[in-house]
């Protein structure tokens, strides 16, 4: 079982990206998704997530206004991007139905995909 994260790369500040999350070994049909990033010296940080029925989204008030996770394998389109937001992005699938964002709720990982904003 393996979750593959995509889309990152080098984007000027006000730029956009799109972040993929590919599951191999299973469905994750019926498994909340969910983003966090971890820039260089910090901990590990909640980005958003979307419940397994799509219909129940959340977000780190951070990027409200800015990211949106989307049900097509829980993508996360990142807009208006700030260099704050220069991290590496980890996506991650849990079995709860709603989870808050813990990273002890998420049951499999990806690894991550570099998000890097210049200013």
């Known amino acids: 079982v393996q979750l593959q994260a995509s889309g990152g790369g080098l984007v000027q500040a006000g730029g956009s990206l799109r972040l993929s999350c590919a599951a191999s070994?299973?469905?994750?049909?019926?498994?909340?998704m969910g983003w966090f990033r971890q820039a260089p010296g910090k901990e590990r940080e909640f980005v958003a997530s979307?419940?397994?029925?799509g219909r129940v989204t959340s977000y780190a008030d951070s990027v409200k206004g800015r990211f949106t996770i989307d049900t097509d394998n829980g993508s996360l389109q990142m807009n208006n991007l700030k260099p704050d937001d220069t991290a590496l992005y980890y996506c991650?699938?849990?079995?709860?139905?709603?989870?808050?964002?813990?990273?002890?709720?998420?049951?499999?990982w990806g690894q991550g995909t570099l998000v890097t904003v210049s200013s």
């Open positions: 991650a699938a849990s079995r709860l139905v709603r989870p808050a964002g813990k990273t002890s709720e998420f049951d499999y």
């Open positions: 979307i419940s397994w029925s």
């Open positions: 070994g299973r469905t994750f049909s019926t498994y909340a």
